[in-house]
């Protein structure tokens, strides 16, 4: 039997990567939840499109966009080589990263990061940025909750993560890390958005359109009191 719907536009396969609180997280429930998950929800309801999520591997989502899944939304930072493989949707958060220290560490400014050993999550923007710092030893984890874990355990001197899952992280483990803001090592503002197929300009443009009325009829600010600011 059909399902009693009003989404007459078929379904949008969508690819996240639900181990980066408060964008996605595996609810109470064992479903994918948090900012993204709604905001996509809300973008489906608009173009008349059943979402279903397929949670993945970071690292692996915009390979798969056009095979696995039709579009990504993941936290995920527009970079110039992403855009190579996928095109964007207009952006829908501005973030940087933040550095997660245990709570007796000197590491103060950019240049304390010189020769560590930082942790990261796998093919992510902070893995990026640690490439670059001189004499540094990169680990790569699929989950950044992992790298974490490891700072905690000592095997590691700091971690390089997006600001609002550092926060959570942050909190959740107060009595052992700090988080230092990212202006204290000169990152760049990153800008997230929808990872869509390249040259889609159909899709492309009703996603775009439901972003610009989610954030004029208010459920966009809605969405961020509830999921982020809360
Ligand atoms: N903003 C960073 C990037 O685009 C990290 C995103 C990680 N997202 C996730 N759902 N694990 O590379």
Same mark, same amino acid.
């Given at each position: 039997?059909?399902?009693?719907?009003?989404?007459?536009?078929?379904?949008?396969?969508?690819?996240?990567?639900?181990?980066?609180?408060?964008?996605?997280?595996?609810?109470? +429930?064992?479903?994918?939840?948090?900012?993204? $998950?709604?905001?996509?929800?809300?973008?489906?309801?608009?173009?008349? $499109? +059943?979402?279903?999520?397929?949670? $993945?591997?970071?690292?692996?989502?915009?390979?798969?966009?056009?095979?696995?899944?039709?579009?990504?939304?993941?936290? $995920? =930072?527009?970079?110039?080589?992403?855009?190579?493989?996928?095109?964007?949707?207009?952006?829908?958060?501005?973030?940087?990263?933040?550095?997660?220290?245990?709570?007796?560490?000197?590491?103060?400014?950019?240049?304390?990061?010189?020769?560590? =050993?930082?942790?990261?999550?796998?093919?992510? =923007?902070?893995?990026?940025? @640690?490439?670059?710092?001189?004499?540094?030893?990169?680990?790569?984890?699929?989950?950044?909750?992992?790298?974490?874990?490891?700072?905690?355990?000592?095997?590691?001197?700091?971690?390089?993560?997006?600001?609002?899952?550092?926060?959570?992280?942050?909190?959740?483990?107060?009595?052992?890390?700090?988080?230092?803001?990212?202006?204290?090592?000169?990152? /760049?503002?990153?800008?997230?958005?929808?990872?869509?197929?390249?040259?889609?300009?159909?899709?492309?443009?009703?996603?775009?359109? @439901?972003?610009? /009325?989610?954030?004029?009829?208010?459920?966009?600010?809605?969405?961020?009191?509830?999921?982020?600011?809360?």
């Amino acid at each position: 039997a059909k399902a009693d719907t009003n989404n007459t536009n078929g379904t949008l396969v969508v690819g996240t990567n639900a181990a980066f609180p408060p964008f996605e997280y595996v609810g109470d +429930d064992g479903e994918p939840d948090g900012f993204d $998950m709604a905001l996509i929800k809300a973008v489906g309801e608009k173009i008349g $499109m +059943d979402v279903q999520i397929q949670d $993945m591997e970071f690292d692996s989502l915009v390979s798969s966009i056009g095979s696995k899944i039709d579009v990504a939304i993941a936290g $995920m =930072t527009v970079t110039e080589e992403r855009q190579k493989t996928v095109d964007f949707s207009e952006s829908y958060y501005e973030a940087v990263q933040a550095v997660i220290v245990p709570k007796d560490s000197a590491i103060a400014n950019a240049d304390d990061l010189k020769n560590l =050993t930082i942790g990261v999550q796998l093919g992510t =923007t902070g893995e990026f940025i @640690a490439d670059e710092i001189e004499g540094v030893n990169v680990s790569a984890y699929n989950k950044a909750v992992d790298a974490v874990n490891d700072l905690i355990n000592g095997r590691l001197d700091c971690v390089i993560v997006d600001k609002n899952p550092a926060e959570v992280f942050g909190t959740q483990y107060s009595d052992k890390v700090n988080v230092l803001p990212g202006t204290d090592f000169d990152f /760049e503002p990153e800008f997230y958005a929808i990872a869509l197929p390249k040259g889609n300009t159909e899709l492309a443009n009703k996603i775009n359109t @439901a972003i610009q /009325e989610l954030k004029a009829d208010g459920t966009y600010d809605n969405l961020v009191k509830e999921y982020i600011e809360e």
